[in-house]
């Protein structure tokens, strides 16, 4: 299926709304009851937005309840593609050779773009949501009786206003704020949304230097919608992106706290920068037409943080 150009108006990169939004409901009354062995994820772990969900189903110990596919990070013409390569996968279920039969298959019709992550149903034989926000909702969730870790909750009670706030603000200026600054194709467009990334980054660097996470003591959910940005940056956002006023790797305190991420539990598992700088500089030739991918940088992300004082 030919994919549409990225939206462009005034300059502007506009990201397309998700085309399948249903729930797994832990109690079935979706329609989609929470089952083990039912579900399957396809994604990239290229892709910021994927990345989040393949943190909540590796944290929360799902990988025996929900099946996981990864694409070739190298999207072209035709989109994301099954394979072979170095963590590339065949289609296990259907024997797909790209991603959008999983959107044809749910929809006929569909012509829009084909994106990851995609939740898929064996059972009704469906995509059930390609909304990564909601995807993730779900496997913090609703998934708790069949989840192998219980003891993580991500989204707290006490805190579920604001972190839906700084979700939003986070969301607007620096996971998609990035993209809106390199794929931006006029000068002030490009400079407001590089700007608006700093000022979130310079504000969230004050908030980590008393406080261990974004919320006290413990990651949840926001903590993990920045870490897939912070993760790239460096090595991505920087150069790709133009977004180079600092790296990260300047900023003490997010620094400390983007390897005290990247040590937690089996997150540095979920991290593939190979993917992830391939499918930058090799799928955006408008942004990188000679597709050479740098060689660095060296991020030393084992290192000690020494946030443990924090609490
Ligand atoms: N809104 C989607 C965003 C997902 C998304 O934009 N994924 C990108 C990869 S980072 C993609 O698949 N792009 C393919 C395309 O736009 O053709 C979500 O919530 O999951």
């Known amino acids: 299926m030919a994919q549409l150009p990225d939206e462009d108006v005034g300059g502007s990169f506009v990201r397309q709304d998700d085309a399948f939004d249903a729930w797994v409901t832990a109690d079935g009354s979706s329609g989609f009851p929470a089952e083990t062995g039912r579900y399957h994820l396809y994604v990239s772990l290229a892709c910021p937005w994927a990345h989040r969900t393949v943190i909540v189903r590796a944290l929360k110990r799902l990988e025996d309840a929900i099946g996981m596919t990864v694409v070739d990070p190298i999207r072209d013409d035709a989109g994301w593609r099954f394979g072979d390569g170095p963590g590339v996968e065949c289609d296990p279920l259907n024997g797909w050779t790209y991603l959008s039969e999983a959107y044809v298959a749910t929809d006929p019709h569909y012509r829009d ?152 539990r089996d997150v540095a598992s979920t991290v593939n920068l190979d993917h992830i700088k391939r499918h930058y500089y090799l799928t955006h030739g408008e942004i990188n037409p000679t597709r050479i991918v740098p060689i660095g940088p060296e991020l030393d992300l084992a290192s000690a943080h020494g946030r443990e004082r924090l609490g």
């Not at 009786?145 to 805190?159: E, K, N, R, T, W």
């Not at 980054?201 to 004050?206: G, N, S, T």
């Not at 919320?215 to 920045?226: A, K």
């Not at 956002?237 to 977004?243: D, I, L, N, R, T």
Request: glycine share 4%.
């Open 113 to 264: 773009r084909v994106t990851v992550p995609v939740l898929w149903d064996t059972v009704t034989q469906r995509i059930v949501s390609n909304n990564d926000d909601h995807i993730m909702r779900m496997l913090e969730i609703e998934f708790d009786d069949v989840a192998g870790a219980h003891d993580l909750d991500f989204y707290p009670i006490a805190h579920q206003a604001e972190i839906d706030a700084l979700n939003a603000t986070i969301y607007d200026t620096v996971n998609n704020g990035v993209y809106r600054a390199g794929f931006a194709t006029e000068q002030s467009v490009y400079e407001a949304a590089a700007r608006d990334v700093f000022a979130t980054l310079d504000r969230l660097e004050a908030r980590l230097a008393d406080r261990r996470y974004l919320f006290g003591r413990l990651p949840v959910e926001t903590d993990w919608r920045l870490f897939v940005t912070l993760i790239r940056f460096d090595a991505v956002y920087v150069g790709h992106f133009k977004c180079n006023l600092r790296r990260i790797v300047d900023y003490p305190n997010l620094w400390g706290y983007l390897r005290d991420l990247y040590q937690f």
